[in-house]
């Protein structure tokens, strides 16, 4: 937030430009490792800069040893260095999840219902990834909807009830009817 001249607004959309951008880190950096390309010098690179700017000093760090790993070539100790980073970064990345679920009003079950679409949605973004705790508060706000039609009533208490089990693939399914 200090980085930001204390401009919380510009710190949160920051954040949130992040985890859209690089929702898909892991999977675009192994393709462009596997190819062999000079992007994932780029990737690596635009990661330790954006981290530094959100204060994440442990991602910046991390991605800051994969990019001089890159750059030096140095293959021996690139796996250890691609592990951690994407240890760190999906830490950042579930804490910043945790995040939006605390702070964005829209998602706040006690004050205001949310439209089916937009809870199907949630779900399908909390059982992607895999956090028990995201799949609960989906579970919760799911009992607590009262937009859900009627013709899809016995479809959300599916829904539920394999959200309880954390069946993830049933509650896919499910998802996909409603």
């Known amino acids: 937030l200090t980085r930001m001249g204390g401009r919380r607004e510009l710190y949160e959309k920051t954040l949130k430009s992040f985890m859209e951008e690089y929702k898909n880190f892991p999977q675009r950096l192994s393709i462009m490792l596997e190819e062999e390309s000079e992007d994932a010098y780029i990737l690596t690179h635009s990661l330790k800069n954006i981290a530094a700017s959100m204060g994440a000093e442990e ?6 040893l994969l990019e001089i790993s890159l750059k030096a070539e140095e293959f021996n100790i690139l796996e250890s260095h691609i592990s951690s ?28 219902n949310l439209s089916v679409d937009r809870l199907i949605e949630h779900t399908r973004e909390a059982l992607d990834s895999f956090t028990p705790r995201r799949v609960k508060i989906c579970r919760n706000q799911w009992e607590q909807s009262c937009n859900i039609p009627d013709n899809k009533q016995q479809l959300a208490e599916k829904l539920i009830k394999a959200l309880k089990k954390y069946d993830y693939q049933e509650a896919r399914d499910l998802l996909e009817q409603l």
């Open 59 to 64: 991602l910046r760090h991390r991605a800051e």
């Open 85 to 112: 980073l994407v240890a760190s970064f999906n830490q950042l990345m579930e804490y910043l999840h945790h995040w939006v679920w605390l702070v964005e009003p829209k998602v706040k079950t006690n004050q205001e």
